[in-house]
């Protein structure tokens, strides 16, 4: 009869099956991550007097299942980054490890998507998926955000693959890269008088103060202040850190009414940055009693003015242009008319005259005998006006001549038309008489004429 055994320190066991055969089963769990590797003796012994052994050594190796996540060796990260770095530069590494084995225990890290103040986290860092390391994949700017979280996730090859995450901080390093920006006085513009200073102001009065900022933090953004440049160097004092400007001294008669203070800020950073402003202070209890403010309020008025006049004559002058033009314009289209009035260069022909004319002697400013004659031109209501040279006495015969002395009866036969033509012809013998014959002899002829 033989039997067979096994050491007791490992957690396997002999089960007899049938005659002299055995079953090496299990009797726990095993961990390939504790213990990957088994060496197992079996002893055969017979029931002989004395009894007989032999061993045989079985070389049992534990398979892999991937039953473990990535570790990683720290619980959180934290890097620190100077802002304005440069794109590209190694912010961090960030290591897991998997006690699988092969691929079940290979790592691969990512970042998980997230934003940061609007931002995508990628446009910010990127990581090394084999390696773990974390890049900048921009400047940062310290005045835009201070810092941020990013979870990174490492993740086996096994199947199911398992993972696991770890936040990481990064921490933007300020750096002295901003001045400080002045906020009174106002730097823009034309600051003309900012201050005004009491003639009865007494030493150590507080004057006016200087406001400034600094964009930085730490002791990048420690301000101080100094006088520069003034007009009296010992009149005026700065508080170092506060920028109040106080008298140093009282204000006496001999000191000048304008004065004028350079002032630096600066900072305390490394290299230190700074920025000036001019501040201007009138001793004065009165603006009225310094000449200059009048002369500059009445130029500034006076600029105004002359830019209105200006303008006022540009636009009367164009307006005169145009006026002028139209009128030109007017005469020229005129003078492309025929004229029938006082043409006497034009030969009117006698078939065209009216068959009555008056004839005046020459009697008073005149000199010899003329004739007139008025007539309509055909086809228009208006009438016409028709100065024609001299005639002799025997030119038409007597009895065409006009007939004087017509009454009031004839005169109001005469038709709305007549009467109309009557008031233009004789308006226009009214202006011939006034600016060439001066005389009103031939006034009556005309009405006896149109109305006979």
Not at 208 to 222: E, F, H, L, P, T
Not at 298 to 315: G, H, N, P, Q, R
Not at 380 to 398: E, H
Request: proline share 5%; hydrophobic share 40%.
């Amino acid at each position: 009869m033989v039997y067979c055994s096994i050491q007791q320190n490992i957690p396997f066991k002999l089960v007899p099956s049938i005659k002299n055969y055995y079953s090496l089963v299990t009797t726990g769990g095993l961990d390939r991550e504790l213990i990957s590797e088994y060496n197992i003796t079996i002893t055969a012994t017979d029931e002989g007097s004395p009894p007989l052994s032999s061993s045989k050594t079985i070389h049992l190796s534990v398979a892999d299942v991937n039953d473990n996540p990535p570790v990683f060796e720290e619980q959180f990260y934290s890097a620190h980054v100077k802002e304005n770095n440069k794109p590209g530069s190694s912010v961090c590494t960030v290591a897991a490890t998997d006690p699988d084995w092969r691929q079940n225990g290979t790592v691969v890290y990512s970042l998980l998507p997230s934003e940061v103040n609007g931002l995508p986290v990628s446009s910010l860092l990127s990581i090394n998926g084999d390696t773990g390391v974390m890049h900048a994949v921009r400047s940062f700017d310290y005045e835009q955000f201070k810092s941020f979280k990013v979870l990174v996730l490492a993740r086996d090859n096994g199947s199911p693959p398992l993972s696991s995450n770890v936040t990481v901080s990064v921490f933007i390093t300020d750096e002295n890269d901003n001045s400080p920006q002045i906020l009174y006085p106002s730097l823009e513009g034309n600051s003309f008088m900012t201050e005004m200073v009491p003639k009865a102001a007494q030493s150590n009065s507080l004057v006016s103060k200087v406001i400034a900022v600094d964009a930085d933090s730490g002791q990048n953004a420690w301000l101080s202040y100094h006088i520069v440049k003034a007009t009296d160097p010992g009149l005026f004092t700065i508080g170092e850190h506060s920028g109040e400007i106080r008298l140093q001294k009282d204000v006496s008669e001999s000191i000048n009414m304008k004065q004028n203070l350079i002032v630096s800020v600066k900072d305390n950073g490394e290299p230190a940055l700074s920025a000036t402003c001019s501040l201007y202070l009138l001793i004065s209890d009165n603006l009225a009693e310094v000449p200059e403010l009048k002369d500059m309020s009445y130029d500034e008025s006076s600029s105004k003015l002359t830019f209105c006049l200006i303008i006022a004559l540009v636009s009367v002058s164009t307006f005169f242009l145009t006026f002028i033009i139209i009128i030109l314009a007017v005469r020229f289209c005129h003078r492309r008319k025929p004229r029938l009035l006082f043409d006497g260069a034009v030969a009117i022909p006698s078939a065209y005259l009216p068959p009555n004319y008056a004839e005046v002697d020459g009697t008073g400013t005149l000199r010899s005998t003329y004739n007139y004659d008025a007539y309509l031109t055909t086809g228009s209501r208006t009438s016409d006006f028709k100065f024609v040279s001299s005639y002799n006495d025997r030119t038409l015969p007597a009895d065409l001549t006009l007939k004087k002395g017509k009454s009031v009866e004839d005169m109001l036969r005469c038709t709305g038309d007549e009467l109309e033509i009557l008031n233009q012809v004789w308006l226009l013998a009214f202006f011939l008489r006034l600016f060439i014959f001066k005389s009103d002899i031939w006034q009556q002829p005309f009405i006896s004429y149109f109305c006979m």
